[in-house]
Protein backbone atom coordinates (compact mmCIF):
# COMPACT_ATOMS: atom_id res chain seq x y z
CA UNK A 1 0.00 0.00 0.00
CA UNK A 2 1.13 3.47 -0.94
CA UNK A 3 1.25 6.47 1.60
CA UNK A 4 -0.23 10.08 0.78
CA UNK A 5 -0.17 12.81 1.84
CA UNK A 6 -2.71 15.59 0.99
CA UNK A 7 -3.77 18.96 3.07
CA UNK A 8 -7.01 19.21 4.98
CA UNK A 9 -9.76 21.66 6.38
CA UNK A 10 -9.58 21.67 10.26
CA UNK A 11 -13.23 20.72 10.63
CA UNK A 12 -12.55 17.54 7.89
CA UNK A 13 -9.92 16.71 9.88
CA UNK A 14 -11.60 16.57 13.45
CA UNK A 15 -14.72 15.09 11.80
CA UNK A 16 -12.57 12.08 10.42
CA UNK A 17 -10.83 11.92 14.31
CA UNK A 18 -14.20 11.74 16.15
CA UNK A 19 -15.43 9.16 13.84
CA UNK A 20 -11.85 7.31 14.17
CA UNK A 21 -12.60 7.40 18.23
CA UNK A 22 -16.21 6.70 18.13
CA UNK A 23 -15.86 3.13 15.49
CA UNK A 24 -12.45 2.42 17.54
CA UNK A 25 -10.54 2.24 14.15
CA UNK A 26 -7.40 4.57 12.90
CA UNK A 27 -7.93 7.78 10.97
CA UNK A 28 -6.19 6.33 7.89
CA UNK A 29 -9.32 3.52 7.58
CA UNK A 30 -11.86 6.27 8.30
CA UNK A 31 -10.16 8.19 5.61
CA UNK A 32 -9.51 5.37 3.18
CA UNK A 33 -13.34 4.13 3.61
CA UNK A 34 -14.81 7.74 2.74
CA UNK A 35 -12.45 7.66 -0.12
CA UNK A 36 -13.82 4.15 -1.35
CA UNK A 37 -17.39 4.97 -0.80
CA UNK A 38 -17.39 7.92 -2.76
CA UNK A 39 -14.90 6.65 -5.78
CA UNK A 40 -17.59 3.70 -6.14
CA UNK A 41 -20.91 6.03 -6.43
CA UNK A 42 -18.83 8.01 -9.33
CA UNK A 43 -17.95 5.17 -11.08
CA UNK A 44 -20.61 4.10 -13.43
CA UNK A 45 -21.95 0.47 -13.33
CA UNK A 46 -22.99 -2.03 -15.98
CA UNK A 47 -26.77 -2.54 -15.95
CA UNK A 48 -27.45 -5.90 -14.11
CA UNK A 49 -30.34 -7.73 -15.10
CA UNK A 50 -32.61 -7.29 -12.29
CA UNK A 51 -32.28 -3.25 -12.93
CA UNK A 52 -33.86 -3.61 -16.61
CA UNK A 53 -35.92 -6.03 -16.02
CA UNK A 54 -39.09 -4.01 -16.86
CA UNK A 55 -37.52 -3.27 -20.03
CA UNK A 56 -37.22 -6.46 -21.23
CA UNK A 57 -39.87 -7.41 -24.41
CA UNK A 58 -40.13 -3.85 -24.19
CA UNK A 59 -38.67 -3.35 -28.05
CA UNK A 60 -41.05 -4.46 -30.82
CA UNK A 61 -39.40 -5.96 -33.91
CA UNK A 62 -36.44 -7.48 -32.23
CA UNK A 63 -35.88 -11.63 -31.89
CA UNK A 64 -37.58 -12.81 -29.22
CA UNK A 65 -35.18 -13.25 -25.97
CA UNK A 66 -32.35 -11.77 -27.77
CA UNK A 67 -31.00 -9.96 -24.88
CA UNK A 68 -31.63 -13.16 -22.74
CA UNK A 69 -29.78 -15.57 -24.62
CA UNK A 70 -27.16 -13.80 -24.91
CA UNK A 71 -26.38 -12.91 -21.27
CA UNK A 72 -27.34 -17.13 -20.64
CA UNK A 73 -30.42 -15.87 -18.64
CA UNK A 74 -32.48 -19.15 -18.38
CA UNK A 75 -29.73 -21.49 -18.84
CA UNK A 76 -29.57 -24.47 -16.35
CA UNK A 77 -27.40 -24.07 -13.44
CA UNK A 78 -25.67 -27.59 -12.60
CA UNK A 79 -25.53 -28.13 -8.35
Avoid: C, F, H, Q
Amino acid sequence: MKTLTVRLPEPLVAGIAEESRRRKISESDVVRERLELAWRKRRPRAASLNAIADLIGSVDGLPAGLYLRSSGYGKKRSR
